[in-house]
């Protein structure tokens, strides 16, 4: 089963190598690492290294790279419909499901790891003056655990969604419910005056932090252990095979049915398009068909939320300087 389990794994990590090759995806990486490496450093300043809130900006991480991945494991695979020729190999079930769970963690893992990374170098070049500045053991083993059971909790969602959505849009959509709350407590600390919010960091930073890094990965392990034996239970390939099957008492549409549906309107109420007309929106259907399958909604859609993000931080910060 390992065997096949990295079979999956290679397959998935291949496509989305193959993604990565567009500039536009290099540009999205890069915008990560500034918004969650870079800018929560420049934010918090020197405590950033010794603070509990290096949690909270890089648990960020694998809940928008993560999700993008996860939701499209099986729905973009019926999108593409890719997902009868996977199911029809002899590949187990668990193999399949656990090789795409991987894909989406080991995924988020690389961005969690670059933004660290980026995070320290930002740390020495900006308040190093000549020391070499890092993380403390507390913050650089908790944001790996942390962010590598996020990645977990938030893989599991996303595939469960992509289960049974028939589009990545409808999956991204359910998992919105969750994302909610998190984007909503992310704003809530961006509003908070800049005489109190520097009291918060300075009381947060006081904190044993393996204590809240032990709370915080009970809380996600139990969410783990919840939604883990829900995607398992999910996937049942028979099933999914029926849902891509059309219906058989569903009679496909003819062109002799077209006459006998419209013979209630007159004639001079039909409107026909011009022939160029009808080529003109056919290719441009093509177009944006293609464009959504590649990805490109989906990651204008998690870049406009990260812009959203950096606008709820600037914004405080402004009113507070003017006031």
Known sequence: MIQDTATVLWKELAELLQRMRKPSALFGVLFYLVIFGVFPVLLIGPLFAASPLAFAYWSIIPILVGTGVATNAFAGERERHTLETLLATRLPDRAILF?????SLLYSTIYLVLA??????????S????????????????????????????SAAGVLASLRAETVREAGQKLAIILFPVFLLYFSFSFVPIEQRVMLIEQIASVNTWLVLAGAALLLLALLALLLPQTVQRFQRSRLLL???PDPQTKPATRNDAPKRATSVRSDQRVTLPAPLTDLLTVMWKEWRE??????????????IVGLLLFGLLLPCKADERG
């Open 243 to 245: 849902d891509q099957q």
């Open 291 to 304: 464009l959504h399958q590649s990805g490109s909604r989906t990651t204008g859609f998690r870049m406009l």
């Open 116 to 125: 660290m990374l980026a995070g320290i170098l930002t740390l020495n070049l």
């Open 99 to 103: 090789g795409k769970l991987a894909a």
């Open 127 to 154: 308040y190093g003056d000549g020391q070499l500045l890092a993380y403390t053991p507390a913050v650089a083993v908790g944001g790996l655990v942390l962010g590598l059971l996020v990645a977990a909790v938030m």
